[in-house]
């Protein structure tokens, strides 16, 4: 970790001084947001590109526009229209200004500069000292946080001390609705990762609600709406309030050691259904404006700093052993619980709502990576992140058609609006794997949760058209004594495209085949009418479940007997292995130094594949097997994706490398911290968060649902003395406490429950 940047505490992140390469990167990581709207952590002067910031961006989650892609040579069904998440006006920009002099980073002189991310309160801490060039000076703290009470809520208090009697201050608080935005930098990097932007994407109006200001945007070709207004409250001073163009000034003469307090508090209501009418949601805007105004900044707080108790009590990991790994961990956390949808029409970016790195897209990440931190201590969030997907399954339907595939459903690659949005067909579209990911997800929420009711609606009709398309994509293949293929794919691992029988692939579309099976079965042999309903409406007819059982049993699964290893696909082993060790240093990630031919040409992963099977269905396969597999796949993989090494992290721990084990972890728990990655300027790596809790419940606690029970194999690295975390199962909270001589369950909430540890049977009462 470069300690360097980022100074901590077992709850704070702490930037100390003006450095302008550090306040750049912590613009990622300092980010606030609350799934519905997020703000980056960018200093109070700037909106623009500068030396202090990459790019200052508001995200409302999903609030994005469209334009249609331009191909070179287009061909039938290639994805049409980009979907880009777009800034909306700055809620965070103010101005100060002492005796006239306008206060920045490069004016008069500033001290003790000093800004805190604080993970147990959520709130992001700004103090320093200003001088102007008259020496005049001031004290100056801004707070700010994204409410979780009140999810449209920008809240920030401004806090300046003066040293001097009779200056003249000034605060001026601007929403900033980017008029400007010639001036925002234009994104040249050809980096596929990151989007282009620089463009003013939606028109706005003023207009007043309630005595409050508000703004209309809406975007130039998707039509999003959304409401954005600003109240503003100073307290012990008296000010004329100047009202300008979005901007309100304040000016006092100052008195020696009175601080002078601004409340600020910034809302962002999106019109989400076409059936929201501006009329109310600008009414809604103002209504919440003026009760929160009311409220005041503490009680906001207070309420604030409950919400984050109440989430830290139940989703906290504590490690004894290494206090800069624990708030490295915590900040994964926090990010993880910042970024989630929680309306259900709405997910879960790869970037969450830090940054514009992915366009705001939602991949597999959500259900492979992120879902298993919310499903084990958040199952409500784990829901709504399942309702989105039901939400565009019509879509998914409609893109299945494009693919010529009559029935079922082909989930979007990468999408927000549920029409994929990924222009790269091979690392795009051919990804079908991501039907099976939301099925395992759907399957595996209603075992985790026991919610039957989704799981006789939604889920139901989710796991039939997913197990449908993989029925039509495939064939049985004569050649192969009828066994059931999957050709023209790509498995997770990037590095390798439209190849036939991505073992992964196959083992999760196996998998779809089990759970549509199970779900089907279980409707029609119980009393419930909903789910029959269901059947019959989607049109379910009896012959398809005989066609789900025989592609099941046949499916095939590439197996190479004489190394004995199993083949990521069929033609994998057949491809030279690329010189890793050869490979200079700067030519990674390899994808932007070498034509995508190329790398498909060899043996080389991006990120974990067949490893990644492994690890989902891990009790299906041998010690032995395993051990091999990984050893080999271990030698071909770059981990140039940031999916990877929390995968081969937790294999390594069920495998007993616990060296490897703890290396990969400590990789994965502070690659943003460390920008390991190289890109978190652009956003945080979502996925990996994460696959940092499932590093630790899965990886070192050893977690397994297998059938309908909860199996831990717990393993401490030796360079810690305990972990500790809890997880929700079926109504009930489990305390977990690992420690070096042994582990304790304390059922903290909930009915008595059988678990194993290390397949011996334990009553938990
Ligand atoms: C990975 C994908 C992932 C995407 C978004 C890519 O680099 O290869 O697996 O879904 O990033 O995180």
């Given at each position: 970790m470069n300690t360097l940047k980022v100074k901590q505490s077992k709850w704070i992140l702490t930037e100390e001084g003006t450095d302008p390469e550090i306040i750049r990167q912590n613009e990622t990581l300092f980010a606030l947001s609350n799934g519905h709207f997020g703000t980056r952590g960018s200093l109070e002067e700037i909106n623009s590109p500068s030396k202090y910031s990459n790019s200052e961006a508001t995200l409302v989650n999903a609030f994005y526009d469209s334009e249609p892609i331009e191909y070179g040579e287009w061909a039938y069904g290639y994805a049409k229209e980009h979907q880009t998440i777009i800034p909306v006006p700055n809620g965070k920009k103010i101005t100060l200004k002492l005796d006239h002099e306008i206060f920045d980073l490069e004016a008069g002189k500033t001290t003790k500069h000093k800004r805190e991310l604080d993970l147990k309160k959520g709130i992001l801490k700004r103090t320093f000292t200003w001088e102007n060039t008259q020496g005049h000076k001031i004290d100056v703290e801004i707070i700010r946080f994204v409410s979780y009470d009140h999810k449209e809520l920008l809240a920030q208090k401004i806090t300046v001390t003066p040293y001097n009697d009779n200056n003249e201050l000034e605060i001026i608080t601007e929403?900033?609705?980017?008029?400007?935005?010639?001036?925002?930098?234009?994104?040249?990097?050809?980096?596929?990762r990151v989007k282009e932007q620089g463009e003013r994407r939606f028109h706005s109006e003023r207009f007043k609600k309630d005595s409050v200001d508000l703004l209309h945007i809406e975007t130039n070709h998707t039509k999003c709406h959304l409401i954005v207004g600003e109240k503003d409250k100073l307290k012990g001073f008296k000010s004329p309030i100047y009202n300008k163009n979005n901007s309100e000034k304040f000016i006092v003469k100052t008195k020696k050691g009175k601080p002078v307090v601004l409340e600020r508090l910034v809302a962002y209501s999106n019109m989400?259904?076409?059936?929201?009418k501006q009329e109310e949601i600008a009414q809604k805007t103002a209504t919440i404006l003026n009760e929160t105004s009311v409220l005041g900044f503490e009680n906001l707080l207070e309420k604030h700093i409950k919400h984050m108790e109440k989430f830290w009590n139940m989703s906290d990991i504590e490690i004894e052993g290494n206090d800069e790994l624990q708030v490295g961990l915590r900040f994964n956390l926090f990010h993880l619980h910042q970024a989630?949808?929680?309306?259900?029409k709405r997910n879960m970016s790869a970037?969450?709502?830090?940054?514009e790195g992915y366009e705001g897209h939602y991949f597999w990440d959500t259900e492979m990576y992120m879902l298993s931190f919310f499903l084990y201590t958040q199952p409500e969030i784990a829901k709504q992140l399942l309702t989105y997907r039901y939400t565009i399954l019509e879509e998914a339907r409609n893109r299945a058609r494009i693919m010529s595939i009559d029935e079922g459903a082909l989930f979007a690659w990468r999408t927000i609006n549920g029409?994929?949005?990924?222009?790269?067909?091979?690392?795009?579209?051919?990804?079908?794997?991501i039907n099976g990911d939301i099925a395992h997800a759907i399957y595996t929420y209603i075992k985790v949760t026991g919610d039957k009711h989704f799981g006789m609606n939604e889920g139901l009709e989710i796991l039939v058209e997913t197990a449908r398309f993989y029925a039509n994509w495939g064939h049985y293949d004569e050649k192969r004594e009828g066994a059931f293929v999957l050709n023209n794919v790509t498995g997770p691992d990037e590095y390798t495209a439209i190849v036939n029988n991505n073992y992964y692939t196959n083992l999760m579309a196996k998998h779809n085949f089990k759970y549509a099976i199970e779900m089907v079965e279980a409707t029609l042999e119980s009393n419930e009418e909903r789910g029959k309903d269901v059947l019959e409406r989607i049109n379910f007819k009896h012959p398809e479940l005989e066609n789900w059982k025989n592609a099941q049993k046949k499916m095939f699964l590439p197996y190479d007997e004489e190394q004995g290893l199993t083949m990521q696909d069929d033609s994998f082993f057949h491809k030279e292995v690329w010189d890793l060790k050869h490979t200079p240093k700067e030519k990674f990630p390899l994808l932007l130094h070498y034509h995508p031919l190329t790398i498909y040409r060899y043996q080389v992963n991006k990120q974990a594949d067949t490893i990644l099977a492994q690890f989902i269905f891990s009790h299906a396969f041998s010690h032995d097997q395993k051990v091999r597999d990984y050893n080999y796949y271990e030698s071909v993989t770059t981990h140039d994706s940031s999916l990877s090494r929390s995968v081969f992290g937790m294999m390594a721990s069920e495998l007993g490398f616990m060296q490897k084990a703890y290396t990969y972890f400590m990789d994965t728990a502070l690659m943003d911290l460390s920008d390991l990655q190289s890109n978190t300027r652009d956003g945080v790596h979502a996925a990996n968060m994460g696959g940092t809790w499932m590093s630790m419940v899965y990886g070192f606690g050893g977690l397994r649902l297998i059938g309908d029970r909860l199996n831990f194999n717990p393993r401490l690295p030796k360079e810690w003395q305990a972990v500790t975390f809890k997880v929700t199962f079926r109504g009930r909270i489990i305390k977990v406490s690992i420690k070096k001589e042994k582990t304790e369950y304390k059922l903290i909430e909930g009915e008595p429950l059988v678990i194993n540890h290390f397949n011996e049977e334990r009553q938990l009462k």
């Amino acid at each position: 970790m470069n300690t360097l940047k980022v100074k901590q505490s077992k709850w704070i992140l702490t930037e100390e001084g003006t450095d302008p390469e550090i306040i750049r990167q912590n613009e990622t990581l300092f980010a606030l947001s609350n799934g519905h709207f997020g703000t980056r952590g960018s200093l109070e002067e700037i909106n623009s590109p500068s030396k202090y910031s990459n790019s200052e961006a508001t995200l409302v989650n999903a609030f994005y526009d469209s334009e249609p892609i331009e191909y070179g040579e287009w061909a039938y069904g290639y994805a049409k229209e980009h979907q880009t998440i777009i800034p909306v006006p700055n809620g965070k920009k103010i101005t100060l200004k002492l005796d006239h002099e306008i206060f920045d980073l490069e004016a008069g002189k500033t001290t003790k500069h000093k800004r805190e991310l604080d993970l147990k309160k959520g709130i992001l801490k700004r103090t320093f000292t200003w001088e102007n060039t008259q020496g005049h000076k001031i004290d100056v703290e801004i707070i700010r946080f994204v409410s979780y009470d009140h999810k449209e809520l920008l809240a920030q208090k401004i806090t300046v001390t003066p040293y001097n009697d009779n200056n003249e201050l000034e605060i001026i608080t601007e929403l900033d609705d980017l008029k400007e935005l010639g001036s925002r930098k234009k994104d040249t990097s050809k980096d596929p990762r990151v989007k282009e932007q620089g463009e003013r994407r939606f028109h706005s109006e003023r207009f007043k609600k309630d005595s409050v200001d508000l703004l209309h945007i809406e975007t130039n070709h998707t039509k999003c709406h959304l409401i954005v207004g600003e109240k503003d409250k100073l307290k012990g001073f008296k000010s004329p309030i100047y009202n300008k163009n979005n901007s309100e000034k304040f000016i006092v003469k100052t008195k020696k050691g009175k601080p002078v307090v601004l409340e600020r508090l910034v809302a962002y209501s999106n019109m989400f259904d076409e059936e929201d009418k501006q009329e109310e949601i600008a009414q809604k805007t103002a209504t919440i404006l003026n009760e929160t105004s009311v409220l005041g900044f503490e009680n906001l707080l207070e309420k604030h700093i409950k919400h984050m108790e109440k989430f830290w009590n139940m989703s906290d990991i504590e490690i004894e052993g290494n206090d800069e790994l624990q708030v490295g961990l915590r900040f994964n956390l926090f990010h993880l619980h910042q970024a989630a949808g929680r309306d259900g029409k709405r997910n879960m970016s790869a970037k969450g709502l830090t940054g514009e790195g992915y366009e705001g897209h939602y991949f597999w990440d959500t259900e492979m990576y992120m879902l298993s931190f919310f499903l084990y201590t958040q199952p409500e969030i784990a829901k709504q992140l399942l309702t989105y997907r039901y939400t565009i399954l019509e879509e998914a339907r409609n893109r299945a058609r494009i693919m010529s595939i009559d029935e079922g459903a082909l989930f979007a690659w990468r999408t927000i609006n549920g029409k994929e949005a990924s222009p790269y067909y091979p690392a795009g579209t051919a990804q079908i794997h991501i039907n099976g990911d939301i099925a395992h997800a759907i399957y595996t929420y209603i075992k985790v949760t026991g919610d039957k009711h989704f799981g006789m609606n939604e889920g139901l009709e989710i796991l039939v058209e997913t197990a449908r398309f993989y029925a039509n994509w495939g064939h049985y293949d004569e050649k192969r004594e009828g066994a059931f293929v999957l050709n023209n794919v790509t498995g997770p691992d990037e590095y390798t495209a439209i190849v036939n029988n991505n073992y992964y692939t196959n083992l999760m579309a196996k998998h779809n085949f089990k759970y549509a099976i199970e779900m089907v079965e279980a409707t029609l042999e119980s009393n419930e009418e909903r789910g029959k309903d269901v059947l019959e409406r989607i049109n379910f007819k009896h012959p398809e479940l005989e066609n789900w059982k025989n592609a099941q049993k046949k499916m095939f699964l590439p197996y190479d007997e004489e190394q004995g290893l199993t083949m990521q696909d069929d033609s994998f082993f057949h491809k030279e292995v690329w010189d890793l060790k050869h490979t200079p240093k700067e030519k990674f990630p390899l994808l932007l130094h070498y034509h995508p031919l190329t790398i498909y040409r060899y043996q080389v992963n991006k990120q974990a594949d067949t490893i990644l099977a492994q690890f989902i269905f891990s009790h299906a396969f041998s010690h032995d097997q395993k051990v091999r597999d990984y050893n080999y796949y271990e030698s071909v993989t770059t981990h140039d994706s940031s999916l990877s090494r929390s995968v081969f992290g937790m294999m390594a721990s069920e495998l007993g490398f616990m060296q490897k084990a703890y290396t990969y972890f400590m990789d994965t728990a502070l690659m943003d911290l460390s920008d390991l990655q190289s890109n978190t300027r652009d956003g945080v790596h979502a996925a990996n968060m994460g696959g940092t809790w499932m590093s630790m419940v899965y990886g070192f606690g050893g977690l397994r649902l297998i059938g309908d029970r909860l199996n831990f194999n717990p393993r401490l690295p030796k360079e810690w003395q305990a972990v500790t975390f809890k997880v929700t199962f079926r109504g009930r909270i489990i305390k977990v406490s690992i420690k070096k001589e042994k582990t304790e369950y304390k059922l903290i909430e909930g009915e008595p429950l059988v678990i194993n540890h290390f397949n011996e049977e334990r009553q938990l009462k």
